[in-house]
């Protein structure tokens, strides 16, 4: 039985099978923008990582920029107590060079575990010295970061 204004043959069959094409086009286009975006987003230094490397070189002329301050790591088998505070002055380090290498990050808290090598931290007693195994936060860490223009390597030692 026919229903009226209803056609049948190939002109319903037709018009389902293009609008299953056009289904399926529109749903690859969006996996595919999707996939894009994820190669995109991964591909960017969003952030601090482990194994970026801040150098302070000598020459680099450093104005403004302000302390930050970390604390020594101790090891497991050290007693626990206060911690010891030490200063990370920006000009101090590129004067004397040296660098910071990111170790690990915390999870729980924006707390980086960052290795220093190189001169004097600080002028005075609050220096880290010119090796330390160090805690910083992630804001400390990323005011030395924009302190000295950005990273220098990448955790492949790439020059960025």
Known sequence: ??????????????SATLDSILTACTVVLLL??????A?????????????D???????TEIVG????T??????????????????????????G???????TKSLVKPVYRVHWAGGQT????????????LRISRMDLQSLVNAIGGFSLDSHGNLL
């Open 1 to 14: 039985m026919k229903l009226p204004g209803r056609r049948s043959g190939h002109s319903e069959t037709n």
């Open 32 to 37: 595919a923008s999707l996939g894009g975006l």
């Open 39 to 51: 190669a995109l987003f991964s591909g960017l230094h969003i952030g601090l990582r482990v194994g």
């Open 53 to 59: 490397i801040l150098v302070f070189k000598p020459s």
């Open 65 to 68: 920029a302000l302390p930050a």
């Open 70 to 95: 970390a604390t020594f790591t101790k090891a497991a088998s050290e007693p626990a107590g206060a911690p010891v505070v030490c200063t990370l002055d920006p000009t101090v380090m590129a004067h």
């Open 97 to 103: 060079g040296g660098s910071l290498v990111v170790e």
């Open 122 to 133: 600080a002028n005075g007693g609050s220096s880290c010295g010119t090796s330390a195994d």
